[in-house]
């Protein structure tokens, strides 16, 4: 599996984050790392990016299909990183529910993309994922 693959499915966790001097942020920048909230640790991070890698990297994708694969979680991630951050103000239930409607949306292109084979075997590991994700939503104080 290519480095740009592991790169790239570090960041599709919804949980990484940079350490940046307070100083060097913009007001902006400030205000998102104050609202920001993490649901896993450093350490339970590091463990969800290896168990990725492994299961991602038995899907045998082509070159072309791993590139359009990752573009495409990238995209949605984006859209589901800050939905529990502070500053949001949802409820659980609603983080819940817009994440189920981006996952919706987020299957939907990949279909486009992946074979039925490819297909079923993303949705067994993200699936898996994401009921640790919504149990640690849960679990956590906003």
């Known amino acids: 599996m290519e480095i740009k693959l592991h790169i790239s499915i570090a960041s599709i966790i919804l949980l990484f984050s940079m350490t940046i001097k307070a100083q060097d942020l913009t007001v902006k920048q400030q205000e998102y790392k104050k609202n ?5 640790t450093i350490k339970e991070r590091d463990n969800l990016q290896y ?25 949605y991630k984006a859209k589901m990183a800050r939905l529990v951050d502070k500053d949001k103000d949802y409820s659980k239930e609603e983080i819940l529910a817009k994440i189920d409607e981006i996952i919706d949306r987020q299957n939907a292109a990949l279909k486009k993309i992946l074979t039925n084979e490819e297909f079923q075997m993303h949705l067994e590991t993200y699936d898996k994922l994401l009921l640790s994700i919504k149990n640690r939503i849960a679990e956590t104080e906003f």
Do not use: C
Request: aromatic residues 14%; negative net charge.
């Open 51 to 75: 168990w990725i890698q492994e299961e991602f990297a038995k899907m045998n994708l082509t070159k072309e299909t791993e590139e359009d694969y990752v573009n495409t979680l990238l995209t």
């Open 36 to 40: 920001k909230v993490e649901i896993f």
